[in-house]
């Protein structure tokens, strides 16, 4: 353990780490589980050559600098591969180091040995099993993150073939997750990662225009945030700003998704302005960005549709703040954030902020979201019926970015897939509604319950207390849970009704299974055009998620 290069780097972990620690037992411990690591571990190299014992030491500084987890998350990724490729078991480290420690290097291997065997064409199974580790402890899944990060880094010593496997789980599982739990410096870093190794000619392209645009957009932004800076600290406020770059991923993904060239993207720089709060009043603390938002668009022109209200409404992953575009003097859109240091910090670091925020006594709106998300989670554990598997997907949806955000009369929030209707929502509110459902009424007009709703509509639900559930609603209808509330209440008031309906949505799955003929034009094409080609127009078709090029 008298190697250089390995004391210096546990030196900068602990120097982090004594920030996260109680007391001074804290950091003993971590020593501790630092030289059992170094000894289950010696000599033993990474593919790179290193001393297999910088990565996980590398792991425990990302799980304390990037997502702000404390001693005993600290612990567990120190000793997580010990279980993996050492003779120590579980009952060892639990001797040695506490219920707690070994239960998340248990749930660690756990997650480890779900990904090792998994397959392309199961991965969506793999993400159900992955999600039921979280009803555990969500910190088994935070240090696995913090585990791939670093993996991800140093991709290049490992074979194609293993590169490809990494990739694929991490945009399909560990992305998204990172994502929903707030994770958003993880979440890019990963996703720049991707796009690296997957497109490396975009991602180069990306960062050469970026590069060569950076020293005169900089002094354009410098001279966008001198008046503002002037004008919050003679209005007494105490802030701070950063100026942000889009990342090489978010620029390509914004111009894959709306066919636009790197010239078009208007918000590829943003002012993001972080300010100080002296209390815990939530009220006064939302107050404060509205204010900050008057000065800047008192200053600069504002443009009225992209404003962004997460401070009201916050995301399902905790994510508060005030967004807003407006013209600077140099005639350049500029993307302003407005967010105060708590609001900073949960996006940043997600989920682990908000627990701290929490325990201070700090509540917010954020808070509940992701409250009421983790609930679901811990139903899905405790519960093995059909309305666990109900939830599971619903979750699946929300951290794989398939949901959308509608409100109820009254304002409330419902988290629904994409694609769902009228009275996929009825039965999201409650079975009764579903059950008596008649019409609907989206954004104050009248609808049809088959009507698939958009984000942000807000929609009411007629019913009749004398209508009831119909076969002829599984047509339409398209989640598992308003599809077994509506089968359920057939079965058990009307045997020919349910026969029907069973028949219908086995007709229903039979026609989505059919094969679509396209026709594609791919002449003169090069082969990775010819398959770019092919991917881009089965995607245009409704109904197609999953494109998979099967070359006979």
């Given at each position: 353990?008298?190697?250089?290069?390995?004391?210096?780097?546990?030196?900068?972990?602990?120097?982090?780490?004594?920030?996260?620690?109680?007391?001074?037992?804290?950091?003993?411990?971590?020593?501790?589980?630092?030289?059992?690591?170094?000894?289950?571990?010696?000599?033993?190299?990474?593919?790179?050559?290193?001393?297999?014992?910088?990565?996980?030491?590398?792991?425990?500084?990302?799980?304390?600098?990037?997502i702000g987890l404390g001693c005993k998350s600290i612990?567990?990724?120190?000793?997580?591969?010990?279980?993996?490729?050492?003779?120590?078991?579980?009952?060892?480290?639990?001797?040695?180091?506490?219920?707690?420690?070994?239960?998340?290097?248990?749930?660690?291997?756990?997650?480890?040995?779900?990904?090792?065997?998994?397959?392309?064409?199961?991965?969506?199974?793999?993400?159900?099993?992955?999600?039921?580790?979280?009803?555990?402890?969500?910190?088994?899944?935070?240090?696995?993150?913090?585990?791939?990060?670093?993996?991800?880094?140093?991709?290049?010593?490992?074979?194609?073939?293993?590169?490809?496997?990494?990739?694929?789980?991490?945009?399909?599982?560990?992305?998204?997750?990172?994502?929903?739990?707030?994770?958003?410096?993880?979440?890019?870093?990963?996703?720049?990662?991707?796009?690296?190794?997957?497109?490396?000619?975009?991602?180069?392209?990306?960062?050469?225009?970026?590069?060569?645009?950076?020293?005169?957009?900089?002094?354009?932004?410098?001279?966008?945030?001198?008046?503002?800076?002037?004008?919050?600290?003679?209005?007494?406020?105490?802030?701070?700003?950063?100026?942000?770059?889009?990342?090489?991923?978010?620029?390509?993904?914004?111009?894959?998704?709306?066919?636009?060239?790197?010239?078009?993207?208007?918000?590829?720089?943003?002012?993001?302005?972080?300010?100080?709060?002296?209390?815990?009043?939530?009220?006064?603390?939302?107050?404060?960005?509205?204010?900050?938002?008057?000065?800047?668009?008192?200053?600069?022109?504002?443009?009225?549709?992209?404003?962004?209200?997460?401070?009201?409404?916050?995301?399902?992953?905790?994510?508060?703040?005030?967004?807003?575009?407006?013209?600077?003097?140099?005639?350049?859109?500029?993307?302003?954030?407005?967010?105060?240091?708590?609001?900073?910090?949960?996006?940043?670091?997600?989920?682990?902020?908000?627990?701290?925020?929490?325990?201070?006594?700090?509540?917010?709106?954020?808070?509940?979201?992701?409250?009421?998300?983790?609930?679901?989670?811990?139903?899905?554990?405790?519960?093995?019926?059909?309305?666990?598997?109900?939830l599971l997907d619903i979750i699946q949806d929300e951290?794989?970015?398939?949901?959308?955000?509608?409100?109820?009369?009254?304002?409330?929030?419902?988290?629904?897939?994409?694609?769902?209707?009228?009275?996929?929502?009825?039965?999201?509110?409650?079975?009764?509604?579903?059950?008596?459902?008649?019409?609907?009424?989206?954004?104050?007009?009248?609808?049809?319950?088959?009507?698939?709703?958009?984000n942000g509509d807000q929609v009411e639900i007629i019913?009749?207390?004398?209508?009831?559930?119909?076969?002829?609603?599984?047509?339409?209808?398209?989640?598992?849970?308003?599809?077994?509330?509506?089968?359920?209440?057939?079965?058990?008031?009307?045997?020919?009704?349910?026969?029907?309906?069973?028949?219908?949505?086995?007709?229903?799955?039979?026609?989505?299974?059919?094969?679509?003929?396209?026709?594609?034009?791919?002449?003169?094409?090069?082969?990775?055009?010819?398959?770019?080609?092919?991917?881009?127009?089965?995607?245009?078709?409704?109904?197609?998620?999953?494109?998979?090029?099967?070359?006979?």
């Amino acid at each position: 353990m008298c190697d250089d290069r390995i004391q210096k780097e546990f030196d900068e972990l602990l120097a982090l780490a004594r920030g996260r620690c109680r007391d001074e037992a804290e950091v003993s411990l971590i020593r501790k589980a630092f030289d059992f690591a170094g000894e289950a571990h010696k000599d033993v190299f990474l593919n790179t050559g290193e001393p297999y014992i910088l990565h996980p030491v590398r792991v425990a500084s990302i799980v304390v600098s990037k997502i702000g987890l404390g001693c005993k998350s600290i612990c567990a990724a120190l000793l997580h591969d010990v279980l993996e490729s050492t003779v120590f078991t579980a009952d060892s480290l639990r001797n040695l180091f506490g219920d707690k420690i070994a239960s998340l290097v248990e749930g660690v291997e756990n997650m480890r040995n779900i990904l090792e065997d998994s397959d392309e064409e199961i991965e969506d199974e793999n993400f159900r099993r992955v999600l039921l580790t979280m009803g555990d402890d969500v910190r088994v899944v935070l240090i696995k993150l913090a585990d791939r990060l670093d993996n991800c880094r140093h991709l290049q010593a490992l074979p194609p073939v293993k590169v490809d496997k990494i990739l694929a789980q991490t945009k399909a599982i560990f992305i998204p997750l990172a994502h929903r739990l707030g994770l958003y410096t993880v979440k890019s870093e990963l996703e720049n990662i991707w796009l690296l190794y997957k497109h490396p000619e975009a991602y180069h392209e990306i960062e050469s225009r970026i590069d060569r645009d950076l020293v005169q957009r900089s002094r354009e932004i410098d001279e966008f945030i001198a008046p503002v800076s002037d004008a919050l600290t003679a209005a007494g406020v105490r802030f701070e700003v950063r100026k942000r770059i889009k990342t090489p991923y978010s620029i390509w993904q914004k111009m894959q998704n709306k066919h636009v060239s790197f010239e078009q993207i208007y918000d590829l720089y943003a002012v993001r302005i972080i300010y100080e709060v002296d209390d815990k009043d939530v009220t006064a603390e939302r107050n404060k960005a509205f204010d900050i938002y008057k000065i800047v668009t008192g200053l600069y022109p504002n443009m009225q549709n992209r404003m962004r209200n997460w401070i009201n409404q916050p995301k399902p992953n905790g994510y508060e703040a005030l967004h807003c575009t407006v013209m600077s003097k140099a005639g350049i859109w500029v993307e302003v954030q407005i967010r105060s240091r708590r609001m900073d910090d949960i996006a940043e670091k997600g989920i682990a902020a908000h627990w701290s925020y929490k325990q201070d006594g700090y509540l917010s709106e954020s808070d509940s979201q992701m409250d009421l998300w983790l609930e679901k989670v811990q139903k899905i554990i405790s519960g093995s019926d059909a309305a666990a598997l109900d939830l599971l997907d619903i979750i699946q949806d929300e951290i794989s970015g398939k949901t959308i955000v509608v409100f109820t009369p009254k304002g409330h929030q419902r988290s629904i897939p994409k694609d769902a209707t009228a009275l996929d929502f009825a039965y999201c509110v409650h079975t009764t509604i579903g059950n008596q459902a008649i019409a609907a009424k989206v954004n104050m007009k009248l609808a049809p319950l088959s009507r698939k709703l958009r984000n942000g509509d807000q929609v009411e639900i007629i019913t009749a207390r004398k209508s009831s559930p119909k076969p002829e609603w599984l047509s339409f209808l398209q989640t598992r849970h308003a599809r077994r509330k509506v089968l359920e209440y057939l079965k058990s008031s009307d045997q020919e009704q349910y026969r029907k309906a069973e028949e219908l949505l086995s007709n229903r799955q039979n026609q989505m299974a059919e094969e679509i003929p396209i026709r594609i034009s791919l002449r003169g094409r090069s082969r990775p055009g010819m398959m770019e080609e092919i991917e881009n127009a089965l995607r245009q078709i409704d109904g197609i998620e999953d494109v998979v090029i099967s070359e006979a």
